[in-house]
Structures are given as structure tokens and as C-alpha cells.
Nanobody, 124 residues
Framework: QVQLVESGGASVQSGGSLRLSCVAS????????MGWFRQAPGEEREGVGT???????RYADSVKGRFTISQDNAKNTLYLQMNSTTPDDTAMYYC??????????????????WGQGTQVTVSS
């Protein structure tokens, strides 16, 4: 059984930093892609950033230059370093794994496995 467990969500002031973590277990093989997505109330889930098995990363335009995705394969852990946060970054953040398409897209329906989410709130 695949499990993705996120942690690190918190309330921060605008301009602050956070690091989210996602520990993966139960994956039977090295997954091709992992990623972070977010969903604000009343909004659709959107891609934040993804990383493939070679370490190639892809980011949404809204977070480029501010957020960094990384992974520690020895610990089966995915990270999202969030810097220069703004109130627009307020959302539930989800970890996803195993893309069903050949690329590590930023489209949520392309991913098989999901965590339960961790809340990030940025106040002005």
C-alpha cells in the first residue's frame, strides 16, 4: 500500500519561509515523478512543482524563483522549500507520486498517489 505523508505546514507572515516534507512508503519501484500541488478554498488543485528520477524540476510560473523542490532518495522524502511567501500561497499542499504520462506534468489528474495534505497559511 502506497502512503504519502506530508508535514511542515504552518502559519507564517508574508515574506516568510517554510519547508514542507513528504515521506513516501510502499512504492514498489522508483517512481518516475513526484510533485507538490496546492488547492485553495473554492479553487481547483494546481501544480506547484515536480521532479523526476534524474532530478529535473518543473515549476509553475507563480512560484518560480521562490520555491524549490528537492528529494532525498535515501530517505524516500520529497521537500518543498518555500521562500518569499505571499498570501496567494495560502492553500492545502499535497504531495503526489507516479505520473501516468511520460513527463512530470503539473496536471493533477496525471498522478496516481496522493497524500492527505498539509495546510499553509500566509498572512499579510
Amino acid at each position: 500500500q502506497v502512503q504519502l505523508v506530508e508535514s511542515g505546514g504552518a502559519s507564517v507572515q508574508s515574506g516568510g519561509s517554510l519547508r514542507l516534507s513528504c515521506v513516501a512508503s510502499g512504492l514498489k519501484h522508483s517512481t518516475n515523478c513526484m510533485g507538490w500541488f496546492r488547492q485553495a478554498p473554492g479553487e481547483e488543485r494546481e501544480g506547484v512543482g515536480t521532479i523526476d528520477s534524474a532530478g529535473y524540476t518543473r515549476y509553475a510560473d507563480s512560484v518560480k524563483g521562490r520555491f524549490t523542490i528537492s528529494q532525498d532518495n535515501a530517505k524516500n522524502t520529497l521537500y518543498l522549500q518555500m521562500n518569499s511567501t505571499t498570501p496567494d500561497d495560502t492553500a492545502m499542499y499535497y504531495c503526489a507520486a507516479d505520473s501516468t504520462v511520460p513527463i512530470c506534468s503539473l496536471i493533477s489528474v496525471d498522478y496516481r498517489y496522493w497524500g492527505q495534505g498539509t495546510q499553509v497559511t500566509v498572512s499579510s
